[in-house]
């Protein structure tokens, strides 16, 4: 959740869909053990799914406010 959001959301306050993706952490290509690429694979597939919570107004968002709400919603 950057502060770009902020800014996008400030020039144009569009519908925003939070989504979240589940099941990167430890893969083969996240830092979760050093740096990615370096090590073996602990698992060959990973399990990814994307998660999506309800819409949210644009013009009453937020960078924090939508972390904020895909943190509760998602774990």
């Known amino acids: 959740f950057r502060p770009g959001i902020d ?6 306050p569009v519908t925003v869909i ?3 993706l589940t099941g990167l952490w430890g893969s083969y290509f996240s830092h979760k053990s ?3 690429l ?3 694979p602990k ?6 799914s ?4 309800p819409s949210v107004d644009g ?7 939508l972390q904020q709400q ?6």
């Open 43 to 48: 698992r060959f597939w990973s399990k990814v």
């Open 50 to 53: 994307v998660s999506i919570a």
């Open 38 to 40: 370096t090590t073996l």
């Open 34 to 36: 050093g740096h990615a």
């Open 59 to 65: 013009a009453t968002t937020n960078c924090k406010a």
């Open 70 to 75: 895909v943190t509760q919603q998602f774990n």
């Open 18 to 20: 939070p989504l979240a």
């Open 7 to 12: 800014k996008i959301l400030q020039r144009d």
